[in-house]
C-alpha cells in the first residue's frame, strides 16, 4: 500500500522559509519520479516541482529560484525548501509520484501571513 507523509508545514511571515518533508512507503521510492503539488481554498490542484530519479528537477514559473525540490533515497524522503515565501503560496502542500497526483498524503498546511 502506498503512503504518503507530509510534514513541515506552518504559518510563517511573508520573506519566511520553511522546509518541507515526505516519508514514502510501499513502492520503491528511488525508481519513482515525485513531486510536490498544492492546493489553495477555493482553488484546484497545482503543480509545484518534479524530481525526477534521475534528479533532474523542474518547478512551476513562481517558485523558481525560491523553492527547491530534492530527496533522499536511502530514507525514502522527498523534500521541499521554501525560502523568499509569499502569501500567494498559502496552500496545503502535498507529496504524490508524478505519474499520479491523486494517490496524495495527508498534506501539510503552510500558511504565509504577516
Known amino acids: 500500500e502506498v503512503q504518503l507523509v507530509e510534514s513541515g508545514g506552518g504559518l510563517v511571515q511573508p520573506g519566511g522559509s520553511l522546509r518541507l518533508s515526505c516519508v514514502a512507503s510501499?513502492?520503491?521510492?528511488?525508481?519513482?519520479?515525485m513531486s510536490w503539488v498544492r492546493q489553495s481554498p477555493g482553488k484546484g490542484l497545482e503543480w509545484v516541482s518534479t524530481?525526477?530519479?534521475?534528479?533532474?528537477?523542474a518547478y512551476q514559473d513562481s517558485v523558481e529560484g525560491r523553492f527547491t525540490i530534492s530527496r533522499d533515497n536511502v530514507k525514502s524522503t522527498l523534500y521541499l525548501e521554501m525560502n523568499s515565501l509569499k502569501t500567494e503560496d498559502t496552500a496545503v502542500y502535498y507529496c504524490?509520484?508524478?505519474?499520479?497526483?491523486?494517490?496524495r498524503g495527508q498534506g501539510t498546511q503552510v500558511t504565509v501571513s504577516s
Open positions: 510501499g513502492f520503491t521510492f528511488r525508481s519513482a519520479d
Open positions: 524530481i525526477w530519479r534521475d534528479d533532474e528537477t
Open positions: 504524490a509520484q508524478a505519474s499520479n497526483f491523486d494517490q
